[in-house]
């Protein structure tokens, strides 16, 4: 068995709390690793170490900093099948969407290496008499990301590689469910030549986390969880002087329109559904048919696909989904199917007696799907983040469209239709931040910005993209007059453009 460190100053460093946690495999159901939980002084060397290296990583020009992420890009394309082999065995997707993960990550990266042109700022040749007006962005100092166990490569990706070409030093505080893979990165970003101490990572819990929130060298946290946790953590965040961004959960819909394709509705459904078996912040987890004969269609093709999904270990190139991430995921989401037979919806597949030969004592649970689910039980009110689909059946448009603005989460959306109209005025009204047209999984390209709307987040600014180095720097504005200019003495009023 793996005891895993933390990453310090550019060295791995055991844990000297004493506390640990143990790291499974939702394949097997065995434990694999002891992962060390950072105690406050743990969290505090990695704040000097990040503290000490910064001066000198923001006075790099921009472009030395670009070919560094240059370097790392070419090294996560070495390492591309080691790391999506350890992705999938400690969380539990498929090896194939574990290289999505990264590549979603990658993408970012790609991105952050424009930093010499995302971080120009604007000029005003002759805003006044000799007068030159200028914004210049800057690095906060040390940052922070603390991030959820679903995407262990992407999300801690799309945190600091716009940060640290921002010219700020970092510590991460991944899930301690999966943090082999976010150690990794942070080794072969030092390979690329980023200095020891620009990247740390320190594994813990809510004391790590603490830690970082009332650290006084922390200028900025980004987190990525569940609700309950990114309110907490904004809350105390800005309570502490922080700027901060909280991303949470979600309950995305699909609207299936009369006129939709079926076929690709469909194959959507199943893909945005069950792929990750239900554990992405962008699965759809609500399907909303308008009209009885769409839902009756919809229901008549969506069963025997559900019942023909193709669950398997991790390695299994050919399976659709994998194991959930742990025991206590397993039972959460059993119980919400549980739940919703007791709330009278109909289960329509019931994926809960679902064994996986070979490894009995895996995290599997077969594909489930709800039909006539109402908008007051708590399996639509709730996140379920497993693989559960709930059709709930809407009479008209105008109801679909209620339905997913009265909901509390507003992450992503998706209608499914043929009518451009129809299409054109979902996306002005819909309450939602990430919107696809027969796009079931619409989380934006890396140079747009990500992030949901109602209590799916906290914070005024949207991760990677253009949000992403507004919310890594801070602007600085300076109108300058040169001595060979006027000579009009001293003036008691406000300065004006008159
Ligand atoms: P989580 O909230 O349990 O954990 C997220 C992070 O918070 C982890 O690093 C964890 O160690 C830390 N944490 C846990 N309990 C804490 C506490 N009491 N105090 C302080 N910190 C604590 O989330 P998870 O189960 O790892 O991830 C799944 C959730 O993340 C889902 O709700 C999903 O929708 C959400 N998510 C959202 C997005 C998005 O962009 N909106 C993206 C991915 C995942």
Redesign the pocket.
């Known amino acids: 068995m793996q005891e895993l460190t933390h990453f310090i100053g550019g060295k791995h460093v055991a844990g000297t709390s004493g506390r640990f946690t143990e790291g499974w495999q939702p394949m097997t159901g065995e434990q694999i690793s002891r992962v060390p939980l950072a105690s406050k002084a743990e969290v505090r060397a990695a704040v000097e170490n990040a503290r000490a290296a910064q001066p000198a990583w923001a006075a790099t020009n921009p472009q030395r900093r670009a070919r560094v992420l240059m370097k790392f890009l070419q090294l996560l394309e070495r390492d591309n099948d080691k790391l999506a082999e350890v992705l999938a065995r400690e969380h539990g997707k498929t090896i194939l969407d574990a290289k999505g993960d990264i590549q979603r990550g990658v993408e970012v990266v790609e991105f952050a290496c424009g930093i010499p042109h995302l971080m120009k700022g604007e000029f005003t040749d002759g805003a006044g008499p000799n007068i030159d007006v200028y914004s210049l962005r800057q690095p906060l100092g040390v940052v922070a990301g603390?991030?959820?166990?679903?995407?262990p490569a992407m999300?801690p990706m799309w945190k600091f590689a716009p940060a640290i070409a921002c010219g700020n030093a970092f510590v991460l505080?991944?899930?301690?469910?999966d943090p082999s893979v976010p150690l990794m990165l942070a080794e072969l970003f030092l390979e690329a030549g980023l200095p020891p101490g620009i990247l740390n990572v320190v594994n813990?819990?809510?004391e790590a986390?603490?830690a970082l929130l009332d650290d006084p060298d922390i200028q900025a946290i980004g987190?990525?969880?569940?609700?309950?946790?990114?309110e907490?953590?904004y809350a105390r965040g800005c309570a502490t002087g922080k700027r901060v961004q909280c991303?949470?959960?979600?309950k995305n819909h699909l609207v299936v329109m009369p006129d939709a394709d079926m076929d690709q509705t469909v194959d959507a459904l199943i893909g945005a559904g069950y792929g990750s078996a239900g554990?992405?912040?962008m699965a759809v987890s609500v399907a909303v048919p308008v009209g009885q004969k769409t839902a009756d269609e919809l229901m008549r093709r969506l069963i025997p696909r559900v019942e023909s999904l193709k669950i398997g270990p991790s390695t299994d190139s050919s399976a659709d989904y994998g194991p959930l991430v742990t025991a206590q995921a397993l039972e959460r989401v059993r119980g919400y199917v549980d739940l919703g037979v007791k709330e009278g919806a109909t289960l329509a597949v019931d994926g809960r007696g679902f064994k996986m030969q070979g490894y009995e004592k895996g995290y599997y649970l077969g594909g489930c799907l709800f039909d006539n689910v109402t908008p007051d039980m708590r399996i639509y009110k709730e996140?379920i983040?497993g693989p559960v689909l709930s059709v709930v059946r809407a009479n008209t448009y105008e109801d679909a469209l209620k339905l997913c603005n009265d909901h509390e989460y507003g992450?992503g959306v998706a209608i499914f239709t043929r009518d451009g109209d129809a299409a054109r005025d979902f996306a002005a009204r819909v309450q939602v931040g990430m919107i696809g047209v027969n796009v079931p999984i619409p989380v934006p390209i890396a140079y747009y910005t990500?992030?949901?709307w109602k209590r799916?987040?906290f914070g005024d600014l949207n991760?990677h993209g253009p949000d992403s180095i507004r919310f890594y720097t801070r602007t600085k504005t300076v109108t300058a007059r040169w001595p060979s200019g006027v000579k009009d003495g001293a003036s008691f009023v406000i300065p004006t453009m008159e």
């Open positions: 603390i991030t959820p166990f679903n995407f999300i505080k991944p899930s301690e469910r813990g819990d809510k986390v603490d987190f990525v969880g569940s609700t309950a946790i990114a907490y953590v991303f949470g959960g979600a554990e992405r912040c996140e983040f992450n990500f992030g949901g799916s987040a991760q």
